[in-house]
């Protein structure tokens, strides 16, 4: 398993979600079957899988605090090799079989964009939203497909590049209402494509009391990699 592809792909993940997430109102209207408790915080077990450029999987666990952070930590042979964390202003990415790291602000990137951490948990997750699409700048548009329960697909089209293109599997009900089965992402990026999917297992999803958040450890002599050196990912 190439810890390292598995960074870049998650971050593109985040991006790519945030190409469609941050165009959406922080106000944006859900579908009435999802208005119910909002859950605050959730743990549910996840498998990533590489289908491009190559075949590989890797279990994880996604931690996710409503509207402040989403953490992803994988698990190869029981050991935990990486720990994706996305707040409102940062990707943290670190790779602890190779003890380092990549911290990205997301300020520049993501300035003067209308749209929050609660955006991309509803969007990775397939809660049905509605965009004000006279927010999309010139050179995008974006196609939704949906139900009163669940998206079924987002396509981000984009103005000299290939469209992101995020599809989602069968609802499942939870205690807060119904959640993707899987997300799966396809782009991209230099004329090479990549796709990641990602299974929930939300039988299996713990929530608010029941969830203990834990900070990302960067003790022992990590070392920060530049990631304008590690991955040209963040450069779209």
Known sequence: ??????????ISLLIAVTAVGCHSSRNAAKAPA?????WQRVKVPVNLRIGSPVNASVSATATMVRDTSINISARFLGMEVFVLQASADTVLVVDKMHRQYISESL??????????????????????????????PNGYSCDIMQTDSLLQSVTVNRSGADPVKITYGKAVATP???KA?????????????????ITWNWGKARWNNDVETRPVNLSGGYKKIDVAKASEVLKM
């Open 34 to 38: 999802q208005e119910q408790a909002v």
């Open 181 to 197: 089965a899987s997300t799966a992402v396809e782009a991209t990026i230099k004329d090479k494509k990549y796709s990641l999917d």
């Open 107 to 136: 300020r520049g990137i993501l300035a003067n964009m209308p749209f929050g951490v609660a955006d991309v948990q509803d969007l990775i997750t397939g809660v049905p939203v509605q965009l004000p699409l006279s927010l999309l």
């Open 1 to 10: 398993m190439n810890c390292k592809l598995f960074s870049r792909l998650l």
């Open 176 to 178: 807060y209402g119904s």
